[in-house]
């Protein structure tokens, strides 16, 4: 089947691309740009596919997972967010009571916590630490997927420690691994224009690569669909798998659609379904590195996530119960939940076979 793809394809430089495709040779960054100004969708699609089935065959991972958002408090202001106290007009935190009392309620078969959200002003290293440990001492079976590089920087800033040093410390409280949140566009000049206050590339790098020499697993993310062009996207998968030749230490890539309600951004609106999946099926083919590709379901509703295993996607994340408001300020809509059963036939409506994972990838015996 896949030696007849080349035949499908109408521009004849898409179609040397897909011979390099189908023979599993990198792409250069310049091809990626051309895929990226392909209007051949469907060829996307079955190359992002090839390069899914090659990793991960008929799989599609999901696991059962919560979020911990335990303040909008936040140092900066990102014009692209809808959530931190600036945009939203007032402020919360919760209490570390607050937060083990969720960690009480939660399911038993719930393996991974993920801990994210504004920079605080006042906490630091101790506090971030402590909070692990305390809920480490509640449910030591759980994987705590914590802080983003970019609330690291600035615990380690605050402590006067190195990001190794910084990292050491949370791992000795129960750091599991760091989820992808702070990459945004890794192009300086965007950057200066969508979160100009906060953390530059090259710490949101630096943190990654040190905690993958610790051997701590991380995510990437990156934000699309707002001010950047073809180019800074291909810049930024480009350093992502440069740093993931090096360390190896990245599980897993999720492209973040720009949600428009509420933020400083709203006047661009949003992109739209077509060009989500094509941002899936580039970035697929483009990170030859990353075993795993996910669609975050809560951003992009259940229904695009369900055609995006189509274009490349092996990753659903997760059960997610409600607790995430990053993207229901930014206007997703729809419950924030959803059930192994609806992973499953979500999958199975695709020819695919959901599998549940653990944190870093394990298969969980299903029960
Ligand atoms: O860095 C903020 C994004 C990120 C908006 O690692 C927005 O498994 C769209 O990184 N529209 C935080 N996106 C969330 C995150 C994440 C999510 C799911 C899984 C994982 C993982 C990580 O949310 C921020 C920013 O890029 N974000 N506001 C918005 N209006
Ligand atoms: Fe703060 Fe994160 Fe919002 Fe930026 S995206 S303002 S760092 S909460």
Avoid at 211 to 216: C, E, F, K
Avoid at 270 to 279: H, P, Q, Y
């Amino acid at each position: 089947m896949k030696q007849h793809i080349p035949a499908l394809i109408r521009d004849p430089h898409l179609r040397s691309i897909a011979e390099k495709v189908i023979a599993a040779e990198r792409i250069a960054p310049e091809e990626g740009l051309l895929l990226y100004q392909s209007h051949e969708l469907p060829a996307l699609a079955l190359l992002a596919s090839l390069v899914r089935q090659r990793l991960n065959g008929d799989k599609v991972f999901f696991v059962r997972n919560y979020h911990i958002e335990p303040t909008n408090k936040c140092i900066y202001h990102c014009q692209f967010c809808s959530y931190s106290e600036h945009m939203a007009g007032s402020a919360w935190e919760h209490s570390t009571d607050e937060m083990l009392a969720m960690v009480d309620a939660l399911d038993a078969g719930v393996k991974e916590l993920h801990i994210t959200g504004g920079v605080h002003p006042h906490h630091g290293l101790d506090y971030y630490a402590g909070l692990l440990s305390a809920i480490r001492e509640h449910r030591p079976e759980l994987h705590l997927k914590a802080y983003s590089a970019i609330e690291i920087v600035q615990m380690a800033r605050k402590a006067r420690l190195s990001y190794r040093d910084t990292l050491r410390v949370l791992r000795d409280h129960g750091l599991g691994s760091i989820p992808g949140g702070g990459a945004e566009i890794f192009d300086e000049e965007v950057r200066r224009q969508i979160c100009p206050d906060k953390g530059d590339t090259r710490d949101y790098l630096e943190v990654h690569a040190q905690a993958h020499r610790l051997g701590i697993p991380s995510n990437a993310t990156m934000l699309y669909g707002h001010v950047e062009r073809y180019a800074h996207r291909i810049d930024h998968l480009e350093r992502l798998r440069q740093l993931q030749d090096e360390t190896r230490g990245f599980n897993g890539f999720i492209p973040l659609k720009f949600r428009s309600a509420n933020n400083a951004l709203s006047h661009l609106g949003e992109v739209n379904l077509m060009e989500d999946l094509k941002n899936y099926a580039v970035s697929r083919i483009y990170l030859d590195n990353f075993r795993h590709m996910k669609a975050y379901w809560p951003m992009i509703g259940k229904e695009a996530a369900a055609i995006a295993l189509s274009f490349g996607i092996d990753d659903l994340d997760g059960t997610i119960e409600d607790s995430t408001r990053i993207y229901t300020m930014a206007g997703a809509g729809g419950k924030t939940s959803m059930s192994p059963d609806e992973l499953r036939q979500m999958a199975a409506d695709q020819g695919l076979v959901a599998v549940e994972r653990d944190a870093v990838y394990n298969e969980v015996a299903s029960g």
